[in-house]
Nanobody, 124 residues
């Protein structure tokens, strides 16, 4: 089993930046593909970005492409999401997820373990 803990959320003005981290513990981190998802109040959970187990391939949602970058450090058992040029529409709870498999995936149901989430609020 894998335990995931997000950090780095907060309140930021539009145009600002944040970097989210997701610390993993338990099973070998490098065996798992990882993803970031977000959920805004009253909306369904939305895919943000995903990365393969080795970090060689990534997928990014069109809504954040060019602004958000997913990365991982397998030596530190940590997943990252660098968020630049933030917009009020990016306000949501951001959660990281792990899936038992090496390939990145874009659907929430493909993931096996989830963190509690971290709140990101972008003011206009």
């Amino acid at each position: 089993q894998v335990q995931l803990a997000e950090s780095g959320g907060g309140l930021v003005q539009a145009g600002g930046s944040l970097r989210l981290s997701c610390a993993a513990s338990g099973r070998t981190f490098s065996f798992y593909a990882m993803g970031w998802f977000r959920q805004a109040p009253g909306k369904e959970r939305e895919f943000v970005a995903a990365i393969s187990a080795a970090g060689r391939s990534t997928f990014t949602a069109d809504s954040v492409k060019g602004r958000f970058t997913i990365s991982r450090d397998n030596a530190k058992n940590t997943l990252y999401l660098q968020m630049n040029s933030l917009e009020p529409e990016d306000t949501a709870v951001y959660s990281c997820a792990a899936r038992q498999g090496t390939a990145a995936a874009t659907m929430g149901r493909q993931y096996d373990y989830w963190g509690q989430g971290t709140q990101v609020t972008v003011s206009a």
